[in-house]
């Protein structure tokens, strides 16, 4: 989808106030402090909390809604410099070795008596013969 989006906008004219966050990474930041807040109230309603956790609790309650307030802000702003053609979403690519069996390394060139096989990283762990 993000690279849809970018097609979109490749008319526009190129930003200076470029950022490596996506406007998904601050939706998947706003539902998870929304699940945070939910869980938190559910402590603080309670009827058998102690009222000094209850204090505490209301107390991180306030700061979570303002960081939730400050996500939500920083999308909106995002969104609207999009809309205006100040902000273009860049793609970052994931390379994901594992799903690609051409990466993968053969049994026969692990470490074998201690020594790193020529195509290992070093970061196996060392096998004892």
Not at 8 to 25: D, F, I, K, S, Y
Not at 57 to 73: A, E, N, P, S, Y
Not at 105 to 115: A, D, F, L, Y
């Amino acid at each position: 989808m993000n690279v849809l989006l970018l097609q979109v906008q490749l008319h526009r004219r190129p930003l200076e106030n470029n950022m490596a966050e996506t406007m998904g990474w601050l939706i998947d930041k706003i539902c998870i402090a929304e699940l945070k807040l939910y869980h938190i109230q559910e402590q603080i309603d309670r009827p058998d909390i102690a009222p000094d956790l209850r204090e505490l609790c209301q107390k991180r309650l306030g700061v979570m809604r303002t960081q939730r307030d400050d996500l939500i802000h920083e999308f909106e702003g995002l969104k609207e410099q999009w809309g205006a053609g100040r902000w273009i979403p860049k793609v970052y690519r994931q390379f994901k070795m594992y799903n690609d069996p051409r990466f993968k390394i053969p049994q026969e060139s692990r470490r074998v008596g201690g020594e790193r096989q020529p195509g290992q990283s070093g970061t196996e762990p060392r096998v004892s013969t």
